[in-house]
């Protein structure tokens, strides 16, 4: 499968830990045998220096982490920075990051980091992957907050006990699907993901951060 994983890399602060658990479902994935590309829409209020000013794209410290991580891990050609207004910051043009996009089987959209309508409205299936759980569900429930689970097809969750009769967490009126992760042995980047009929539907990374 082409498989286009939405997350964010570079905004501040700073975090290695963050960042690995990211690039390790995407290491896995590759693994699996699944084309992978990373994609990270930046807001241009998201770029500072390294002393947390507010700067320009080109003198970010966005820039130079989201370059530095991609080349470290050998992903650069499969790898997108773009301007939330879709500008591109980092990789090929626009019409080049589209045509690409539409080639793809499956967005997987990190705690709902992509929103642009051109880039969701491009891919065929949508995953809406939940890494904050409870807080994905309280902003949603309680304070009404649009996280776009209506633009895509599947929600899964780490949080194994959403949805179920053991525990008042609200579901938000999606059909959630689990995400195991588990950490290999050897290399800590297997994932397995389940869903209600049992059967693997996917797969990625592993770890924590």
Known sequence: ???VFGTAISMPPY????????????????????????????NPQWCVNKFGKTVSYKNSINRYIFQKIIKCFGIKEKAYQIQCEGETSFGPSRKAILAKLKEADLLINWSGHIKSDWILSAIKRRVYMDQDPVYTQLWYAEYGADLD???????????????SADNS???CGVNCCLLYTSDAADD?????????GGGVVGGGGGGGG
Do not use: C
């Open 1 to 3: 499968m082409k498989i």
């Open 15 to 42: 975090n290695p830990g963050k960042i690995l658990h990211r690039i390790q479902y995407i290491i896995g994935l590759q693994r699996l045998g699944h084309e992978v590309y990373l994609l990270e829409e930046l």
């Open 149 to 163: 689970f209506k633009n895509h097809d599947k929600f899964l969750s780490v949080g194994l006990n959403i949805g």
């Open 169 to 171: 967490i609200p579901d």
């Open 188 to 196: 800590r980047t297997w994932v397995v993901v389940a869903g209600g």
